[in-house]
């Protein structure tokens, strides 16, 4: 296995017993479950078996520090009279190490990976969690606390124990722990010398086939590989490859691949502003979220989950009434994800309610319709996927197509996803335009003309429209400057995607325009706001990541490219040492909130990467 790398995204910390939870956390998992780490080596969340279930490792949000006697949720290797930490993944690795040294400088390694790699010609990545606690220098004392938890933090699990397993009953999933510890030391939790290798395989309720320790190293050899292998297939820019590749392994770790869906977020309710009660849920595939990871991983030749997110697609479009699609779903293709509040967790430091589902379901988002078409088209072009797109797939999306020219002018809840109020949102619209852009492509490479010149006329309906409602004259402007919605003097952040999605050029003196209104009424500093209007909470108190990454994509685009490398590289200063990012950012303190890791920050890592790197022609 290769060595452990402690480079600028990940920096030795000083061990400290943490008085409130922080996002300095690490994910490992296999595309099937994950875990989220603190600095100190303990699990605080993680849900089993699937990402939106009930999470056992629940502390994160429980309100109550990881030290505290009554803890719950959590799973700690505690060193006695613990003096520093240091923390890091293996390189291009999922595989997280930490070594915790005490006062007396005996040192522990700890090594946290989810199986994943090929067995018998299919990909093994099971419900399960692998730990390798052994001793580097010395003998430390340890204690063990492993306390799944149930029902959102009701109770502990109820055990039942063998010679050398632990059965937990979490509300979802028996999990059964296989180790060469004496089951004693962890169902007791009691203090003893660490002198050997000690091997944890948290699972199925399965018997452990082999010898523990040589199965678990074994798995650890082979997922390892499978990482750095699954990263060499990756196109890197030249530049910011290490803030590339760890972005990219966190979106992948946010990949459901026995469905294809991808989870906005691993966790529920972090707070975007402390207090805010801002706080959702977002453990589900929200189409627009998908959309951009899959347009930030295709760009680096990830195929695959493109692949298999187009699947989920076709799964939800099949079950779609009338051609109605909701802007989120569960993994399993759920369509009713009902909002309930956990009664028993307290909230990330204490900042309830911790929600459970998300009413965002129910809401009118009319992007999605572009969103869907945009992630599908690829398949009727790209040489390189194993499914083409077909006849019948256009047909099918034609559908689609069809609801995003019947709504394109309709209020909705927007991208934003207001809940108390509706508008015509221009950003919306212009994700229809688009599924009629992209359809009219799609109908010429399968030779269909007529279609082609129906969704051809239809954009630019569209088009017409959105330029006589959405545009308005702001006094000093150079040129005419687009709004947040129909028929309104406002501006938001998506405004800045118009040229993403190719709806004006970068020279168009109406995206310049737009800009500077989007820049002097919604950017703090290095940071930008999605919108600067209160809503169904307020005024906003947080800058969004994503929105600051389109601000320093748009900022390259008008020809300010050394102050968007600028911007780009204080946001890779803020990731953290894990090397990823919450949703939002404080413009005051920098500290980082709402939900980790999140999937739009990291997509903004990759795109702002790609589109800053200098050539690879510069030092071939």
Not at 18 to 30: A, C, E
Not at 211 to 236: F, Q, S, Y
Request: glycine share 6%; hydrophobic share 40%.
């Amino acid at each position: 296995m290769t060595a452990p790398v402690v480079g600028d995204s990940v920096q030795p910390v000083l061990a400290q017993h943490w008085q409130t939870h922080s996002l300095n956390l690490s994910p490992i998992g296999n595309c099937m479950v994950s875990a989220l780490i603190d600095s100190n080596g303990t699990w605080v969340w993680g849900c089993v078996p699937r990402f939106d279930s009930d999470p056992a490792f629940c502390n994160l949000v429980s309100g109550v520090s990881t030290n505290d006697p009554q803890a719950l949720g959590l799973w700690a290797i505690d060193v006695l009279d613990l003096a520093h930490v240091r923390q890091a993944y293996g390189r291009n690795s999922a595989v997280l190490h930490t070594w915790l040294t005490d006062t007396n400088g005996a040192e522990v390694e700890i090594i946290d990976f989810c199986p994943r790699f090929k067995r018998n010609d299919r990909l093994y990545s099971p419900v399960s969690f692998c730990r390798i606690v052994r001793p580097v220098k010395g003998s430390a004392r340890i204690r063990i606390r492993l306390r799944p938890a149930c029902n959102y933090g009701e109770s502990e699990a109820q055990t039942t124990s063998g010679s050398n397993h632990i059965r937990y009953y979490a509300s979802e999933a028996i999990l059964r722990l296989s180790t060469n510890c004496a089951v004693s030391h962890v169902l007791e939790e009691r203090e003893f010398r660490l002198e050997e290798e000690l091997s944890f395989f948290l699972g199925p309720d399965e018997s452990f086939s082999v010898d523990i320790r040589t199965g678990v190293r074994d798995m650890l050899e082979k997922t390892d590989l499978h990482w750095r292998e699954w990263v060499r297939g990756l196109a890197l820019p030249m530049e910011y490859q290490e803030a590339v590749i760890r972005a990219a392994i966190g979106l992948k770790l946010c990949v459901y691949e026995e469905t294809g869906a991808i989870i906005a977020a691993m966790t529920t309710s972090i707070p975007e502003a402390p207090g805010s009660q801002r706080n959702w849920d977002y453990r589900y595939c929200w189409i627009r979220d998908a959309y951009y990871v899959v347009e930030a991983l295709t760009r680096l030749g990830a195929m695959q989950t493109l692949e298999n997110y187009l699947k989920y697609l076709r799964n939800i479009v099949d079950r779609a009434a009338s051609g109605k699609m909701q802007p989120v779903y569960g993994i399993g293709y759920e369509s009713i994800l009902t909002e309930s509040i956990a009664e028993h967790l307290k909230g990330y430091r204490g900042m309830g309610p911790v929600r459970v589902g998300n009413l965002a379901y129910v809401q009118h988002q009319h992007d999605v319709y572009g969103q869907i078409i945009l992630s599908s088209v690829q398949a009727f072009f790209d040489h390189r996927l194993l499914r083409p797109g077909t006849a019948a797939d256009f047909e099918q999306l034609e559908k689609i197509g069809d609801k995003a020219f019947e709504v394109f002018d309709q209020p909705d809840a927007g991208l934003w996803e207001f809940r108390t109020f509706a508008k015509v949102h221009t950003y919306s619209a212009v994700m229809c335009w688009a599924a009629c852009d992209r359809l009219e492509n799609a109908a010429l490479v399968l030779g269909l003309t007529d279609r082609a010149e129906v969704w051809k006329a239809r954009a630019a309906t569209i088009k017409s429209t959105i330029d006589s409602r959405a545009l308005f004259v702001t006094e000093g402007a150079q040129a005419n400057l687009y709004s947040s919605a129909f028929d309104v003097d406002e501006v938001d952040a998506s405004l800045l995607q118009m040229i993403d999605l190719r709806y004006i050029s970068k020279d168009d003196p109406r995206f310049l325009s737009t800009l500077e209104a989007v820049e002097k009424m919604l950017r703090r500093g290095p940071h930008m706001l999605r919108y600067a209007l209160p809503d169904d909470f307020g005024e906003p108190e947080t800058a969004f990541n994503f929105c600051t990454f389109w601000l320093i994509e748009a900022l390259h685009y008008a020809g300010r490219t050394d102050e968007a490398r600028e911007l780009f590289e204080g946001m890779l200063k803020q990731r953290t040492p894990s090397g990823l990012l919450s949703e939002d950012t404080s413009f005051h303190d920098a500290t980082l909130w709402g939900n980790f890791p999140q999937t739009y920050s990291l997509v903004g890592i990759i795109n702002c990467a790609v589109l800053l790197s200098r050539p690879w022609k510069d030092i071939r």
